[in-house]
């Protein structure tokens, strides 16, 4: 066995960076989460209760009573519900993705 | 080689003196070695250290079994130990008894001083250690006051300069009350 | 310059003049007279270094992992009791490949409980990974630890400097001590393959699976015979610096030419040179030194002086030299702290026994 044709860092050491994210977690979800712009405050609960980060703020272009929008990012989102279930207004919706 | 072996309680400076008589006898130019033998560290027990002196490097690290000299900071000491003790040597032991008080095996050579009594007229506390390496000086004098004041200097630098000049009186007055042993120790 | 001081603040001394910038501690009897030394100079200004208290020796460790990481060079020391809650962490260094030094004042490992010094605590630490340096005398001490990090930082593994407790770690004699510049000329700045920062993110310790964790411990292998290589070279390169050697580095044979063989490690090898026997001090217990030890061992009666015993199979320094020295005896001595005196010695070089367990307590 020699290490160094594996071509392993020493140490374990993992050097590029964010690499986690070409693992994309999003494909294995039963129930999307559809967001409703219209209906949402933008209290940003869901932001902060998302326990795989995949809401995004964005800038706020078509409704002028907000400067920011939340969108989801669906590459991550394993469809976990927390979102809907925390959300105040239920602006957030659960359907069911036909694959 | 000759061999010191010091004999006294937990917190009466037992293993500070065998750091100073080590450094000040280093000071002399002799290779030097000081351990304690810790039991369990309380005030009170029975506390031991000791010193080795040579000419060339030591290269010893077992405990000292046959001193050539005992210094004996407790004299409540004396009976317990002595009882086991074989070998014959210096036996200097912190007391205002005389040598003849004690029945120890005649080949022991015993010295008295009453370092307690110096160390309190000299400091005002009772840093007994300090005087007896000096009385240790004097009945051997194999260092000079200069080297024991050095070592003194530099085992209590923290303890600033009145107390070091206190302690160095102290072991003056050890050094010149404690007269040279006939046909005196050799390294 | 000769000064004469206890090994304990010898080696504070030495680590002193190699800037580490974080000390983690966590006292225990007898390490702790090094981290006083050490807490001094940094009150004093004379070390500009980042102490920190930790709550365990588990967490001390642990800190080291940090401090290494984020490109300091990082000192502690512990024993024991303090070793073995450590242990967890001991691999995970060697395994990221961090350049620690710390300072071990060998001792007994309870029960029952017993404050003395042994190797028990050092030879459960043999299998993590770890260089294992032993030290025979306060000068060995400065010398060692000094080189020990030169040694880390090259071979990028992790050193222990190992003292015998009380025996060593409180003896008070003479060291040459070296000065400032004398260090700064020997030691090379510290640097670290991979470093925490914050604008080249990395992974450190991520999942090693099935399919790669073996290829990672086989790299710790080839390290450790690199570094037995680089204790080498460390060792001549100080020795031409400052004329003091040990040995190869690895092993340190004295009277080569005597018929008896005693192998230990430690101060009992100053002893046992007074006994006229051959006397090989084996310095660097991981990587062990199999072929100096087998050539100086070639056809002649050997007796092993262990402090430790792996229950159940044996005394774990004369297990490795038995390897390649099968005549090779083993003296089981000093284990908490009972004295290994001359005469125990020379009564093991005169004995037979294969396996000897020297009791001398009140003779």
């Known amino acids: 066995m020699k290490a160094e044709k594996t071509k392993l860092t020493e140490g374990a050491v993992v050097v590029t960076p964010a690499s986690t994210g070409a693992n994309k977690t999003g494909s294995w979800r039963t129930y999307k989460p559809c967001l409703d712009q219209k209906k949402c405050i933008r209290c940003g609960i869901c932001w902060n209760f998302c326990p795989d980060n995949c809401f995004m703020l964005k800038k706020e272009t078509e409704n002028k009573k907000y400067k920011h929008r939340f969108e989801i990012n669906y590459d991550y989102c394993k469809g976990c519900g927390i979102c809907a279930k925390e959300c105040p207004v239920k602006a957030i919706m659960m359907q069911r993705e036909e694959k | ?187 | 310059m000769k000064r004469i001081a206890e090994a304990s603040a010898v080696m504070a001394e030495a680590v002193k003049l190699c800037e580490p910038q974080v000390i983690p501690l966590y006292p225990i009897t007898p390490q702790t007279h090094i981290m006083e030394e050490l807490a001094n100079h940094v009150n004093n200004g004379e070390l500009k270094a980042k102490i920190i208290r930790t709550e365990s020796e588990h967490s001390m460790m642990s800190t080291l992992i940090g401090s290494l990481l984020a490109g300091s060079r990082s000192f502690t020391a512990t024993s024991s009791q303090g070793l073995a809650l450590a242990h967890e962490v001991l691999p995970i260094i060697s395994g990221l490949r961090l350049p620690a030094v710390i300072g071990v004042a060998a001792r007994a490992l309870a029960a029952p409980l017993n404050i003395w010094g042994d190797h028990s605590d050092v030879m459960d630490a043999r299998d993590t990974g770890w260089i294992q340096l032993h030290c025979r005398n306060t000068q060995a001490v400065f010398d060692t630890t000094i080189q020990a990090f030169a040694i880390a930082e090259k071979a990028r593994l992790p050193v222990m400097v190992i003292m015998d407790g009380y025996t060593l770690s409180h003896m008070f004699e003479p060291a040459d001590i070296l000065s400032k510049t004398e260090v700064s000329g020997y030691l090379p700045k510290f640097k670290i393959r991979y470093q925490l920062d914050t604008n080249k993110p990395m992974t450190f310790g991520p999942v090693g699976f099935t399919d790669t964790y073996m290829e990672f411990k086989h790299q710790l292998k080839d390290a450790h015979e690199e570094a037995a290589k680089i204790i080498s070279e460390e060792n001549k390169r100080y020795g031409k610096m400052f004329r003091r050697e040990y040995g190869d580095g690895m092993v340190e044979i004295f009277n080569p030419s005597a018929k008896q063989v005693i192998i230990c490690q430690g101060t009992t090898a100053e002893t046992a040179k007074l006994t006229g026997a051959c006397v090989i001090h084996v310095r660097c217990f991981r990587p062990f030194p199999f072929s100096q030890i087998e050539k100086a061992c070639r056809g002649k009666d050997v007796v092993v002086v262990d402090r430790a015993y792996s229950y159940g199979a044996g005394a774990p320094l004369h297990m490795e030299v038995k390897a390649v020295v099968p005549q090779a005896r083993s003296a089981v001595m000093g284990l908490g702290g009972r004295d290994i005196r001359l005469e125990d010695l020379q009564m093991i070089l005169k004995s037979k026994e294969k396996e000897l367990w020297v009791d001398n307590y009140g003779k």
């Open chain 2, 1 to 187: 080689m000759l061999e010191i072996k010091l004999l006294g309680r937990g917190g009466q400076g037992v293993v500070s003196l065998s750091f100073v008589l080590a450094s000040a006898l280093f000071n002399e130019g002799y290779h030097t070695q000081a351990f304690p033998m810790y039991g369990i560290e309380r005030s009170g027990s029975p506390a031991m250290a000791s010193v080795r002196v040579d000419k060339k490097p030591i290269i010893r690290y077992d405990q000292v079994y046959n001193p050539n000299v005992f210094i004996i900071l407790d004299v409540t000491l004396v009976k317990e130990y002595f009882e086991k003790l074989k070998s014959a040597g210096l036996v200097i032991i912190n007391t205002k008894n005389k040598p003849e008080d004690f029945k120890l095996p005649k080949a022991c050579v015993v010295r008295t001083i009453d370092a307690t009594k110096i160390a309190i007229d000299a400091t005002g506390k009772p840093f007994f250690n300090v005087p007896m390496a000096g009385a240790f000086a004097g009945l051997t004098k194999l260092c000079k006051p200069e080297s024991l004041y050095k070592a003194i200097e530099e085992a209590w630098s923290d303890k600033g300069a009145k107390v070091i000049e206190a302690n160095k009186k102290s072991a003056k007055v050890a050094y010149d009350k404690t007269l040279p042993e006939k046909g005196s120790l050799k390294i």
